[in-house]
């Protein structure tokens, strides 16, 4: 016998709710390897590569999400022929009414099920009310493909771009499985041209793949998995119970954990669409290195904030361009509410975008003219000042997280008390005895980070001058390496809730 169970094999077909597919599995990883020796094999045809790339997308989502696979299929199907007719249309008219068209039913689907609760709990809380919320199910990453399709509407709608005359290279687009669940939110202006290129990757492509895959995979298993499963949960959960540096530590801990499973999956996705032939946009660059908030949001959560910055930020800030900087400061603080309330349905989100606004709105009204030195010395250039820059610019980001994370209002204020009234330094020692692997993490995470980026590109290039084999034991080495340090089951990536 074999060994084989075959009991098992319809379940490869079937949606689970309790085991959808996510990255990271071995299940993932074992039918991902099929796929590439099958793109490998169909990779002298494009409507065969595409298709079998489309049909993986909808399994793939599907596994993760059921039958709202029809919702992201209908997306892509009336997206597609919008965009068509708009770009077709001669009249300013016609062309505003296919925008307000696409605007009415992407924005729509997105309030509908991201939302309607909680307008409902607003209302009720205003009217002294009782409606009951409704049963919705969130589909996994509406806000990443509702905010894809928009782009491509609005850069046809601004010819940016033309629209595209395959249904089937659009289709890929939206469903691309790498990016369909937390991003990057690409842009059909740079993924529609590779659609149809001829597959061919280099040493060094391959070895950026590999490299991206396995770093995604120890900073989402390795590090935010396991300090969040045994430290930082047990803290927000109760603040009150922990003396101030341990709610320090878990601030600065969370702050961590979020980049290292958000930029985690980014590095995978874009590491599985770099070895299909795909290069998707880069989503994050080093953001804790950040000398000011707007440096952080150039290089956090960069597709997201490109996307505001073209298409929302930039035309408020033209429509309110006559009042000079006020102007500008109303404009950035509408759209990091935006930002805020697109990442989750709640006044705490809401908060945090308000935060980041008001944030960038100091950073800018302290912005004074710039005048030219004489000084052979300025404090302002040196490693000292960029250094406290740096200080100061994470922890305004990390504590902004604190509302992020905390369950409400109340468990964010019980954080910040703790830190004001019970620090307790000495508190410190004993959390490094008792949590040592915990403090360990955190602290290579941090290194790592602060690391020159060089070292990614000589790692690149060094995996990329070894033969296959031994790329492919760095690979399952790595993958050994992270199984031993999981303490539980995969546990779902942070943005999926978004």
């Given at each position: ?416 008390y703790q830190i004001i009234y019970f620090f307790k330094p000495s508190v410190f020692i004993q959390f490094a005895e008792s949590f040592t692997p915990t403090f360990v993490l955190i602290s290579l995470g941090f290194l790592f980070h602060f690391l020159p980026s060089k070292l ?43």
């Open positions: 016998m074999l060994g084989i169970d075959f009991n098992a094999i319809p379940k490869l077909f079937l949606f689970d709710s309790s085991d959808p597919l996510l990255f990271g599995s071995s299940l993932f990883f074992f039918l991902f390897l099929g796929l590439l020796i099958l793109n490998r094999i169909v990779a002298k045809s494009t409507n065969a590569r595409i298709s079998l790339l489309i049909l993986f997308s909808f399994y793939f989502y599907y596994k993760a999400s059921g039958l709202f696979l029809l919702l992201l299929i209908l997306n892509a199907v009336i997206n597609f022929y919008l965009g068509k007719y708009l770009g077709k249309a001669e009249s300013e008219g016609k062309q505003k009414l296919y925008l307000y068209l696409s605007l009415l039913f992407n924005l729509g689907i997105l309030i509908y099920f991201k939302y309607t609760n909680f307008f409902i709990e607003v209302i009720n809380d205003f009217t002294a009310g009782n409606i009951q919320p409704l049963d919705i199910i969130l589909p996994l990453g509406i806000s990443f493909y509702t905010f894809k399709s928009l782009s491509y509407i609005l850069d046809i709608y601004l010819e940016m771009m033309e629209p595209t005359n395959s249904f089937r290279d659009y289709l890929l687009f939206v469903t691309f499985f790498p990016n369909i669940l937390s991003g990057p939110i690409d842009r059909a202006s740079q993924f529609l041209p590779q659609v149809n290129k001829k597959y061919f990757l280099t040493r060094k492509q391959v070895a950026m793949g590999i490299m991206l895959i396995m770093l995604g995979l120890i900073k989402k298993i390795m590090i935010a998995d396991y300090i969040s499963l045994n430290f930082i949960d047990r803290v927000f959960d109760a603040p009150e119970r922990f003396t101030g540096v341990e709610n320090l530590l878990a601030v600065y801990g969370y702050a961590l954990q979020l980049y290292c499973d958000f930029s985690g999956y980014s590095d995978i996705a874009i590491g599985l669409g770099l070895l299909l032939g795909f290069r998707l946009m880069e989503n994050f660059n080093y953001p804790f290195k950040a000398k000011s908030i707007s440096e952080f949001w150039r290089r956090w959560h960069i597709s997201l904030s490109s996307w505001l910055l073209d298409y929302v930020f930039r035309p408020l800030q033209m429509g309110l361009r006559n009042w000079r900087k006020a102007g500008n400061i109303i404009a950035l603080i509408i759209t990091f509410v935006l930002v805020g309330f697109w990442h989750g349905a709640s006044w705490a989100f809401l908060f945090w975008g308000l935060l980041h606004g008001i944030y960038m709105a100091v950073g800018l009204l302290l912005q004074g003219p710039k005048r030219k030195l004489y000084s052979k010395f300025n404090f302002t250039k040196t490693k000292i000042f960029g250094g406290m820059q740096i200080f100061v610019t994470f922890n305004l980001v990390a504590f902004s997280f604190v509302f992020f994370r905390a369950s409400d209002f109340s468990s964010a204020i019980d954080v910040f990614n590109e000589k790692t690149v290039n060094w995996l990329a001058n070894r033969n296959v084999i031994l790329q492919a034991v760095i690979f399952a080495l790595v993958i050994w390496i992270v199984a031993q340090v999981q303490s539980a089951d995969l546990q779902p990536f942070i943005y999926f809730q978004f």
